[in-house]
Structures are given as structure tokens and as C-alpha cells.
């Protein structure tokens, strides 16, 4: 199996996607730059968090136009798995490939903070190595991560069993409190309707490492791995 982590200008996270790709899951994985418009060869896209294009206009806006998007389209349209962090979360969501909007957090401050997120399906290509319930520590580090759809939207999504992560206690409780930006229904990460894309604020690739508090979040890239070489197998 073969990663790629997308490179746009602003963009921060990459070297973090590219260490538990490479150090962790000990995978190939390359970086693929924004002007790039060739993905054969992958089996899973990483869009990492940062500031792509100093996050002019809103968050992702000018990204969603990058060379590289109309591949990761297709990409995804062919069954690919395409998966999004903070603001690849948000590029998604500006192309189309993910419902709904990322707005700025409810209380109007930038939050860099762990949060704790129970896991809502274990179904998934990015939670089969998971239990319904589980709670995981996850860092967030963002100021438009207030998720926001439509009514008839969210309902769809919540019907479809789309969101796999909401913010919650540490028991798994879905409180107002323990909701960091003010997202919908608590949600923290969505896929699309045919489940091979999935987008989320938190940074798990910042929590694959005894060093940085925990290690939580390889409960997601391991369940892509894993995924992955069942489908290549």
C-alpha cells in the first residue's frame, strides 16, 4: 500500500502525517504537492492540517481551486480513501466532497487543547480497529471547526451513520460543555455517504507517540492500514 500526503502553501501537518506513515505504520508514503495532478500508484490521500493559502477568504476556499483537487476527486470518486485533518477537513468540505461548512468557533477563539471524542462506528475503512463508544484523547488546534449544516442535511448524515466522531466527555457523555467550538450535534469528524472519505478537526497524527501524551490516535491509522491491505489482499 502506498500513502500520499498533499503539500498546499501554508500547510503545517504534512511532516507529522509523513512521520506516523513512515516511523509508525512503517508504510511508503510520499508528499504530493499541490500543483501535482498524478495519483497513480496511492491507496490512501492524507490532507493535513495548516493554512493553505494563509486561509484567505474562508478556511480551504482558495485550496478546493489547487491542481491537485481534481485528482483527489476522481480519486475519491473511484473508491479511493481520502482522508482530511482540521483544515484538509475544511477543503473537503469547500470541494464538495464532504457536506456541510466549517465555521468559526462559537465563542470567537483559536483553541489548542486535548479533547476527548467517542468513536461512533466501527464499520468504517478509519475506525475497523475500534469499538463503538470508545473514547479517545485527541489535540485540537483550530478557529473554524464549528461544523454546520442544514436541518435536512444533518439529519441525513446522522441517519446515514456519516459522523464518526463527536466530542464528549471522558465516560462518553455528548455534553454542551465538553464541545470545544460549538459544532452541531457534537460532531468532530464525518465521512461521505459512501464512506471512503472521511474529514475531522482533531489532530490524531499529533497523538501517535508516548512522547506527546498518548497514543490514540494510531487507533485510526491503523484501522486505514489495516483496511487497505484487506482490500489489496
Not at 41 to 67: H, K, Q, T, V
Not at 146 to 165: C, H, P, R
Not at 209 to 223: A, H, K, M, Q, Y
Request: charged residues 20%.
Amino acid at each position: 500500500m502506498k500513502f500520499g500526503v498533499v503539500v498546499f502553501p501554508g500547510t503545517w501537518s504534512d511532516k507529522d502525517c509523513f512521520h506516523v506513515i513512515d516511523n509508525v505504520l512503517d508504510q511508503p508514503v510520499e508528499y504530493v504537492w499541490h500543483k501535482d495532478t498524478d495519483l497513480t500508484g496511492f491507496d490512501c490521500i492524507i490532507l493535513p492540517g495548516g493554512f493553505s493559502y494563509g486561509d484567505y477568504l474562508r478556511c480551504g476556499a482558495i485550496a478546493r481551486f489547487s491542481p491537485i483537487m481534481k485528482s483527489v476527486e476522481a480519486f475519491a470518486n473511484a473508491g479511493g480513501l481520502v482522508y482530511g485533518i482540521c483544515n484538509g477537513f475544511q477543503i473537503l468540505c469547500e470541494s464538495g466532497l464532504l457536506p456541510g461548512i466549517l465555521m468559526r468557533n462559537d465563542h470567537l477563539q483559536f483553541r489548542c487543547e486535548w479533547t476527548n471524542l467517542r468513536i461512533e462506528s466501527s464499520t468504517s475503512p478509519f475506525t475497523s480497529n475500534a469499538e463503538v463508544g470508545q473514547v479517545i484523547s485527541v489535540p485540537i488546534s483550530h478557529g473554524e471547526g464549528n461544523y454546520f449544516a442544514d436541518n435536512a442535511t444533518l439529519d441525513e448524515i446522522e441517519k446515514n451513520g456519516q459522523v464518526l466522531f463527536r466530542y464528549s466527555t471522558s465516560e462518553g457523555r455528548i455534553t454542551k460543555d465538553s464541545n470545544p467550538n460549538g459544532s452541531l450535534n457534537n460532531i468532530a469528524g464525518i465521512t461521505n455517504k459512501e464512506g471512503n472519505v472521511l474529514g475531522m478537526m482533531p489532530h490524531p497524527e499529533r497523538c501517535c507517540d508516548p512522547l506527546l501524551g498518548s497514543t490514540d490516535g494510531e487507533v485510526i491509522f491503523r484501522s486505514i492500514a489495516d483496511s487497505l491491505a484487506t482490500r489489496i489482499s
